[in-house]
């Protein structure tokens, strides 16, 4: 029996946008414990005229066929910041990217993997990093442990079987990233008591909840010490000023100032911790719809969450102050004065935090200082084009 070829289109306008976002979301409905997005959300994140990702990055969208019906989605990327950072932290010259991976075989994976290699290499580039979607601060790598569970707000979920088509392909692990999870209705265990209480009785150092008074203005000390705590990162591509104006504004309806933290050190704000309510338990219930009445359940719970889950996509300390004792500290003081407003005030039972780089031995050791375990691990893939 002859397999019907396959036929790969790009992407070129708005109807295609919304035929590959739907792809996307016809996956996911057949992948066991994924949770359905909001289809606003993720057609605004491929739109070159509201993602400001494409200020910096060309990108390039493609659907395959089969028979005439859709069978898999890739994107292929090359963000022009990423090119000039370091080449020992990941990306650097020649490194272009691929994303937003499904297939409905291995045929068609291969094929759609070969299809972003042939852009890249057209476009001058001679590696392949990826699944990153589209940016590394959306959905970086691939599920590949901890397929079992519900993925929280801002996590990627894949189905097992795509690690195996990516590897098959020639696709070698660059990094493996770590989410981490733990109980938060009781005590952290008594050193961590002990650190904490010591920071509380330092006059120097001070904790305030961020967006009290000056929303904008907090989003920019925040990500102004993310740029600086993250820059020699594995990874790391620094916000711009509309991608920071940008997540000011996506981010207000999600952000409450109970959950989270700016620290300071002698008045100088140092570092910070950003909780979010879990949104996907909320998106579960009303199966990613905002209509006929999914917008008035997720009008009330954007007012007042309550959420079994909270998740730290980020935190950071100044780069001055990494390595140091006062760093882990900080941590220590943020993590505990959130978990005390989650539980109390957002019902909260488990929190989140990651992705973590593997070897990034700082927070590896406070997570397991507070006694996390690893709940979900993604692989980013490379190979030499």
Same mark, same amino acid.
């Given at each position: 029996?002859?397999?019907?070829?396959?036929?790969?289109?790009?992407?070129?306008?708005?109807?295609?946008?919304?035929?590959?976002?739907?792809?996307?979301?016809?996956?996911?409905?057949?992948?066991?414990?994924?949770?359905?997005?909001?289809?606003?959300?993720?057609?605004?994140?491929?739109?070159?005229?509201?993602?400001?990702?494409?200020?910096?990055?060309?990108?390039?969208?493609?659907?395959?066929?089969?028979?005439?019906?859709?069978?898999?989605?890739?994107?292929?990327?090359?963000?022009?910041?990423?090119?000039?950072?370091?080449?020992?932290?990941?990306?650097?010259?020649?490194?272009?990217?691929?994303?937003?991976?499904?297939?409905?075989?291995?045929?068609?994976?291969?094929?759609?993997?070969?299809?972003?290699?042939?852009?890249?290499?057209?476009?001058?580039?001679?590696?392949?990093?990826? *699944?990153?979607?589209?940016? #590394?601060? $959306?959905?970086? !790598?691939?599920? =590949? @442990?901890?397929?079992?569970?519900? /993925?929280?707000?801002?996590?990627?979920?894949?189905?097992?079987?795509?690690?195996?088509?990516?590897?098959?392909?020639?696709?070698?692990?660059?990094?493996?990233?770590?989410?981490?999870?733990?109980?938060?209705?009781?005590?952290?265990?008594?050193?961590?008591?002990?650190?904490?209480?010591?920071?509380?009785?330092?006059?120097?150092?001070?904790?305030?909840?961020?967006?009290?008074?000056?929303?904008?203005?907090?989003?920019?000390?925040?990500?102004?010490?993310?740029?600086?705590?993250?820059?020699?990162?594995?990874?790391?591509?620094?916000?711009?000023?509309?991608?920071?104006?940008?997540?000011?504004?996506?981010?207000?309806?999600?952000?409450? *100032?109970?959950?989270?933290? #700016?620290? $300071?050190?002698? !008045?100088?704000? =140092? @570092?910070?911790?950003?909780?979010? /309510?879990?949104?996907?338990?909320?998106?579960?219930?009303?199966?990613?719809?905002?209509?006929?009445?999914?917008?008035?359940?997720?009008?009330?719970?954007?007012?007042?969450?309550?959420?079994?889950?909270?998740?730290?996509?980020?935190?950071?300390?100044?780069?001055?102050?990494?390595?140091?004792?006062?760093?882990?500290?900080?941590?220590?003081?943020?993590?505990?004065?959130?978990?005390?407003?989650?539980?109390?005030?957002?019902?909260?039972?488990?929190?989140?935090?990651?992705?973590?780089?593997?070897?990034?031995?700082?927070?590896?050791?406070?997570?397991?200082?507070?006694?996390?375990?690893?709940?979900?691990?993604?692989?980013?893939?490379?190979?030499?084009?």
């Amino acid at each position: 029996m002859t397999t019907p070829e396959i036929s790969i289109t790009a992407v070129t306008d708005k109807a295609g946008r919304a035929a590959f976002v739907d792809l996307g979301r016809s996956f996911a409905g057949q992948t066991p414990h994924s949770v359905p997005q909001l289809r606003s959300e993720l057609l605004e994140l491929v739109d070159p005229g509201k993602n400001p990702f494409f200020g910096h990055a060309d990108v390039q969208l493609f659907i395959a066929h089969r028979a005439g019906r859709p069978v898999g989605r890739i994107s292929a990327h090359i963000d022009r910041l990423a090119l000039v950072q370091p080449p020992e932290q990941g990306m650097g010259p020649g490194t272009g990217n691929f994303g937003y991976f499904d297939a409905a075989d291995e045929q068609v994976a291969r094929a759609l993997l070969a299809r972003a290699e042939q852009w890249l290499r057209e476009h001058g580039m001679n590696r392949a990093l990826g *699944p990153i979607s589209l940016s #590394i601060w $959306e959905e970086p !790598g691939l599920l =590949v @442990a901890g397929h079992d569970h519900a /993925p929280s707000l801002l996590m990627g979920h894949h189905p097992p079987h795509y690690q195996g088509w990516i590897e098959g392909a020639g696709y070698t692990p660059a990094k493996r990233l770590l989410t981490y999870r733990l109980p938060i209705t009781g005590d952290f265990p008594p050193l961590i008591a002990r650190i904490v209480q010591s920071g509380e009785r330092n006059p120097k150092i001070a904790l305030r909840r961020a967006g009290e008074v000056d929303y904008e203005g907090d989003v920019r000390i925040i990500l102004a010490i993310l740029n600086d705590a993250w820059s020699d990162n594995w990874g790391f591509v620094p916000f711009t000023d509309r991608e920071i104006a940008y997540a000011a504004k996506k981010l207000k309806p999600l952000v409450h *100032p109970e959950l989270v933290r #700016i620290a $300071e050190v002698e !008045g100088e704000p =140092v @570092a910070f911790m950003l909780t979010f /309510p879990d949104m996907n338990e909320l998106l579960a219930r009303i199966d990613g719809q905002l209509f006929p009445l999914g917008w008035l359940r997720a009008l009330r719970w954007m007012r007042r969450p309550r959420a079994k889950t909270m998740r730290v996509p980020l935190m950071g300390v100044l780069k001055k102050l990494q390595n140091s004792r006062l760093a882990s500290q900080l941590a220590f003081m943020m993590i505990e004065s959130i978990r005390h407003d989650a539980t109390r005030q957002f019902g909260a039972t488990e929190g989140e935090f990651g992705w973590i780089l593997e070897d990034n031995k700082g927070m590896v050791a406070i997570a397991e200082a507070i006694d996390a375990r690893i709940s979900r691990e993604y692989l980013i893939y490379e190979k030499a084009l």
